[in-house]
């Protein structure tokens, strides 16, 4: 069974640029089944889905995020990144690393998350 885990700074300055990054252990998070895949939670919201990865580096940003997320892998080592660019408050939450079947979507693998405070 695949184990992610997510790691990054827990508080980043308006303006700034967020860095996260997902280890897998166990198994892969991008091969030719599976794509990695970020999502995340502010509080009093729901699950709100930021984009994902495949094996081969193709990247699935969703529009509102367009312009600020830069998704990346490395192979060898099993990760995937995630970059957001000029932050605000609004960017608060709790960020989650997953797996999910690149035929449907489906999470089958999750990260005990990340919480990230956008604060000066």
């Known amino acids: 069974q695949v184990q992610l885990q997510e790691s990054g700074p827990g508080l980043v300055k308006p303006s700034q640029t967020l860095s996260l990054t997902c280890t897998a252990s166990g198994g892969s998070i991008t091969d030719n089944q599976y794509v990695g895949m970020w999502i995340r939670q502010s509080p009093g919201k729901g699950l709100e889905w930021i984009g994902y990865i495949t094996r081969s580096g193709d990247t699935y940003i969703a529009p509102s995020f367009k312009s600020r997320i830069s998704i990346s892998r490395d192979i060898a080592k099993s990760q995937i990144f995630l970059q957001l660019s000029a932050v605000t408050p609004e960017d608060t939450a709790q960020y989650y690393c997953?797996?999910?079947?690149?035929?449907?979507?489906?999470?089958?693998?999750w990260g005990q998350g990340t919480q990230v405070t956008v604060s000066s």
């Open positions: 997953t797996r999910a079947l690149r035929s449907d979507g489906t999470v089958d693998a």
